[in-house]
């Protein structure tokens, strides 16, 4: 009787650790429900119907219990992560880069690399050339996320 005990909380841990903490996967969910479902039937089958019983209906109250204190007390917050990015990307590129500003690709614009302008890294973009590393560019287009520059020697003099 004992093993049965064992086997269906343990089948009761594996379905609210799939309830709470890993829901979506449905493999541990369905372990846990399997492991319970054997644990009762096995009772059942040694024990007889009465016991058997009294077995379904402690397995069930025990796994209403458990997820009732699980939700309640919100034991997933103990696991969250609740930190929160404060992080921009790109922010202002307008203000400290202006159209006509030089500098020189880091990495391979391929045709969206690196950029050194104005003795600061910049992520870029070309108008779809590549551009080998170690290339002087200049800025023809800046939006607040986006730098598209030109190698200086395709610059058209009109």
Request: aromatic share 8%; proline share 3%.
């Amino acid at each position: 009787m004992t093993l049965l005990i064992i086997l269906a909380l343990a089948g009761i841990l594996l379905i609210i650790v799939e309830i709470i903490f890993i829901p979506g996967t449905t493999i541990v969910g369905f372990m846990g429900g399997a492991m319970s479902a054997y644990a009762v039937l096995k009772a059942y089958v040694q024990f007889g119907s009465d016991t058997g019983h009294v077995f379904l209906m402690s397995t069930i109250v025990s796994m209403g219990l458990v997820l009732f204190l699980c939700l309640h007390y919100q034991v997933w917050n103990k696991f969250a992560n609740t930190t929160t990015s404060e992080g921009k990307a790109f922010e202002n590129l307008d203000l400290e880069v202006t159209i006509g500003d030089k500098g020189i690709s880091l990495s391979d614009l391929r045709p969206i690399g690196k950029a050194e302008i104005n003795n600061k890294t910049y992520e870029v973009q070309t108008l779809g050339e590549y551009c080998p590393h170690s290339t002087a560019l200049v800025v023809v287009e800046v939006t607040h996320h986006k730098i598209i520059v030109q190698p200086i020697t395709q610059i058209l003099i009109v």
